[in-house]
């Protein structure tokens, strides 16, 4: 059984994003990024799906500039067998990402393709369901436990207020969630090997896919910042300015 994972380039989960000067995006340059950390969770679960013989072959999807062949590299590294990178220089969204991803599962003729639930840059939450309403397929959305049986999945999916079980006759979408996994960290020995798996670099043209944006941005902003707190003197002052200044008592 063949699976499709999809990882997103990033900017790193420990930065401090900032928004541009011109106010028209979040500044990239210069910035660490990273492989989006549900994706790792993603790549991870589809290592342990191969390593219990389920899996046959795991090819890695990014869809982005030529450096988002690093984040491939880094699934490879993982323990994935060969990566997809198409390659765009425009911003992508998650219908876009969706496309290329059907393109590239009928082409791979892929069983399950399994993407993290969220992208933390832009956290749409949107292109594994694009995905599946695109192809037809069954979705397990947000799984924090995915079993894999004669052709079908069953995955536990964390809903509000508890847990869903849902099974997926295969082919199907599964997106990850924080608790599916703890993603392992590549070794040295791990690294070197990554090197020389494929990756092949191919242009929307190439898939037949118009990834171009439908979306336009029109301004973007930093939260504003907090006031600062005041400490008040006691319970008798608390309660008093709840119920005079602030008025929700
Ligand atoms: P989003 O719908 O943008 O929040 O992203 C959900 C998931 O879709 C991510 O965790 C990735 O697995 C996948 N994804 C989104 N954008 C891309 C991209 N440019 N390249 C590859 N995968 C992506």
């Not at 994972?5 to 340059?29: C, F």
């Not at 997106?175 to 590549?186: G, H, M, S, V, W």
Request: charged letters at 30%.
């Amino acid at each position: 059984m063949k699976l499709l994972v999809a990882v997103k380039r990033v900017v790193d989960y420990n930065v401090k994003v900032r928004v541009k000067s011109d106010k028209t995006a979040v500044e990239t340059a210069g910035v660490k990024m990273s492989m989006n950390p549900f994706d790792e969770i993603a790549v991870e679960e589809a290592v342990r799906l191969k390593e219990k013989g389920v899996a046959s072959e795991i090819v890695v999807v990014s869809v982005g500039p030529a450096q988002a062949q690093e984040t491939i590299r880094t699934a490879l590294a993982m323990g994935a067998d060969r990566g997809v990178l198409v390659d765009t220089d425009h911003a992508v969204e998650p219908l876009g990402v969706a496309k290329a991803l059907k393109a590239l599962a009928l082409r791979e003729e892929a069983q399950l393709v399994i993407l993290g639930k969220q992208a933390i840059d832009d956290d749409m939450n949107a292109t594994g369901q694009m995905l599946a309403a695109l192809m037809n397929w069954p979705q397990g959305t947000y799984a924090s436990k995915i079993d894999i049986e004669g052709g079908v999945a069953t995955v536990v999916r964390e809903v509000d207020g508890g847990l869903e079980t849902v099974t997926l006759a295969l082919p199907g979408v599964v997106t990850a969630d924080l608790r599916l996994n703890e993603p392992r960290y590549a070794s040295l020995p791990n690294i070197m090997k990554a090197r020389k798996k494929p990756i092949d670099v191919v242009k929307e043209a190439d898939l037949g896919v118009d990834l171009a944006p439908r979306l336009t941005t029109i301004r973007v902003e930093e939260p504003a910042t907090r006031k600062a707190g005041i400490k008040v003197a006691d319970v008798a002052a608390l309660v008093d300015k709840l119920r005079n200044e602030a008025k929700v008592i």
